[in-house]
């Protein structure tokens, strides 16, 4: 494949991405708005949240299947429609139902971008799949910055969340544009034996990982999609830590490969759980100015989660295919659509229980939501014994690659 053709096709996988980021970011802006509109408690909310999370591994599940029958051009096209279809629903949205339904279309797309674009850049980048998923991946964060920032104004300038969700459809015409009109090349360098594909999924290496990308994915996601309702009341502006942790996270995967080069797949992924439990404890427990230093820290550790994930399945366990990179990130994305709710769910615990403790009202909403990310610190903590063995064990899976 010409250089050339291969850079205009990760070109449109990147603005793909950039319109599922701002989907994540949107939807964390303006969650106070619908919870106004529409009534909705914190539970509720978290299951509207949840349905993008859920929407997003039905996709990758049925479609990294399909990936070898469809091709990655079909898998955008169906994102593309997909996410026409949830946006102008969502702005439509009459209530708690119909956000469900919304929600659930974007989330399939977004997974739909997923499915379609991670094989596809491993198979054009063969000798440098990590670093480049990472680099593709620079759009995850990237485009949550521009979400970020284009809800933090537009709310500033009391323009209605409906109006919000439209800024997305400009990018998503330019994205449908490159797939319309771009030729997609054959697979040739994974594996596209579907059969080899699915034995290959249940090796005990590939089990392990599965279960630690449930827990990566909702340290990671999870209290991105919250940060507006948790950390709203710490005095910093939560789009603009939002806006902060995902900008230095774009910048890290943009310059991902010394990194990966230096430390291997594993040694990146033990820091990080070991950064990202020491960025939650501290999100836990700051207020005022060290807010924004724990985000620092927070943004360090989940930088390389995703991508490094998907790019270790790549490298290490290359007969698994474009089935075994989608069933990563769809187990992932199920996980943060199980968790939200409980999420959810701590927050009304946790508000209540500040109210009957006698905390001062102006207080409640910072202790409920400091009680919340201590709760979620156990996800990284576990993580860090997971990886910890893994990286005990690295020569051995090296080896077994």
């Given at each position: 494949m010409s250089n050339v053709h291969a850079s205009k096709l990760f070109t449109a996988s990147c603005l793909a991405l950039i319109v599922t980021a701002m989907t994540f970011a949107i939807r964390a802006g303006i969650l106070s708005q619908l919870a106004t509109n529409f009534g909705l408690s914190d539970t509720q909310l978290g299951w509207v949240n949840s349905m993008a999370f859920l929407g997003f591994p039905v996709a990758m599940?049925?479609?990294g299947l399909a990936y070898n029958y469809l091709g990655a051009k079909n898998l955008l096209i169906i994102a593309f429609v997909g996410h026409l279809a949830g946006l102008l629903l969502t702005i439509f949205a009459g209530g708690f139902w119909s956000l469900l339904i919304s929600t659930f279309l974007i989330g399939f797309a977004n997974g739909s971008v997923e499915a379609a674009c991670n094989p596809l850049i491993a198979d054009m980048y063969p000798k440098n799949k990590t670093t480049m998923l990472n680099r593709f991946h620079v759009w995850f964060p990237g485009g949550i910055v521009i979400g970020a920032l284009v809800s933090k104004?537009?709310?500033?300038?009391?323009l209605g969340w409906q109006l919000q969700i439209a800024t997305m459809l400009l990018p998503t015409a330019i994205y449908g544009f490159f797939v319309f009109t771009q030729s997609f090349p054959k697979s040739e360098n994974i594996e596209t034996s579907t059969g080899t594909n699915i034995r290959s999924l249940f090796s005990p290496l590939y089990l392990f990982m599965i279960l630690?990308?449930?827990?990566?994915a909702t340290t990671e996601l999870g209290t991105q999609q919250w940060v507006e309702r948790i950390l709203g009341e710490t005095?910093?502006?939560?789009?603009?830590?939002?806006?902060l942790s995902t900008g230095l996270m774009a910048i890290g995967r943009q310059f991902a490969g010394p990194v990966i080069?230096?430390?291997n797949p594993i040694g990146v992924l033990l820091l990080s759980a070991i950064a990202s439990a020491i960025g939650l404890y501290l999100l836990s427990v700051a207020t005022g100015g060290m807010v924004y230093l724990a985000i620092i820290i927070f943004a360090v550790g989940v930088c390389y989660f995703w991508p490094t994930m998907i790019g270790f399945i790549g490298e290490y366990q290359p007969k698994t295919g474009a089935l075994g990179m989608s069933l990563m990130g769809g187990a992932g994305m199920f996980a943060v659509s199980m968790w939200n709710p409980v999420i959810g769910a701590w927050i009304d615990s946790a508000r209540e229980k500040a109210i009957a403790a006698g905390v001062p009202a102006e207080e409640v909403e910072l202790a409920a939501g400091q009680a919340t990310l201590g709760n979620m610190t156990l996800f990284p903590i576990v993580l860090i014994v997971a990886f910890g063995i893994l990286f005990a064990l690295r020569n051995k899976v090296q080896r077994s690659a």
């Open positions: 599940m049925v479609l104004f537009m709310t500033d300038a009391s630690c990308m449930t827990l990566t005095g910093a502006h939560p789009m603009v830590l939002l806006a080069h230096t430390l």
